[in-house]
C-alpha cells in the first residue's frame, strides 16, 4: 500500500459498501512491474492519476485501500470514480507476460465479483468512461468492447 498520507493526492473517502462495478486500466508502461510502479506512485508520481490495483504476471498489488475511491476515469469524481474498483493491468512487450498478467487480473476480478456481488455487466474499460482515451489498449486491440471481453475471455 502506498503512503497514506498521499491518499488525498489520488482519490477520496467512500464507503466500501458503495463499491458497484470493477474498471479495467493498461499502464501503457513496458519497463515497470507492479512493484516498481507502486514504489514510483508512492515517490514520485505527480499526478492525480491512481489505482487500486496493480497486475502483473507474478503478483496482484493492491496500492490503494478499497474504501477509498481513486481518480482513474480522466473524469473527476464521477460515477466510475466514486462507485468502481480501478485495476491497472502491467503492460509487456513480451506476450507471455502480458497474457499471464490478464489471467491474474481475471481471477481478481473474479474474487471482486465475489466479494462485492458485481454482476459482469458492471465490468468496464477505461474508454467507456472516456472514449477519447484509447485504454486498455491491447483489450481494445482484441475485444473491442468490455462486454466483449467479459463473454470471450473472462468465461473461458
Known sequence: MIN??????YG??????????ITIHETHNYEMNAEEL??????KQKTSQGTHYFVDWDEVRQVMP????VYHTGKG??????????????????????ER???????LIHQLQDTYAIPN???????DWDNKTYCPHKLLDDYKTSTNFVYQRMED
Open 4 to 9: 497514506p498520507n498521499k491518499y488525498e493526492q
Open 12 to 21: 477520496f473517502p467512500r464507503q466500501e459498501e458503495d463499491i458497484q462495478g
Open 38 to 43: 507502486e514504489d514510483y506512485m508512492n515517490t
Open 66 to 69: 478499497l474504501d477509498y475511491a
Open 77 to 98: 469524481k464521477d460515477w466510475g470514480c466514486r462507485y468502481t474498483v480501478a485495476i491497472e493491468i502491467v503492460d509487456s512487450l513480451q506476450d507471455e507476460l502480458f
Open 101 to 107: 498478467a490478464v489471467d491474474n487480473t481475471i481471477a
Open 121 to 127: 455487466d458492471m465490468i468496464f474499460f477505461h474508454n
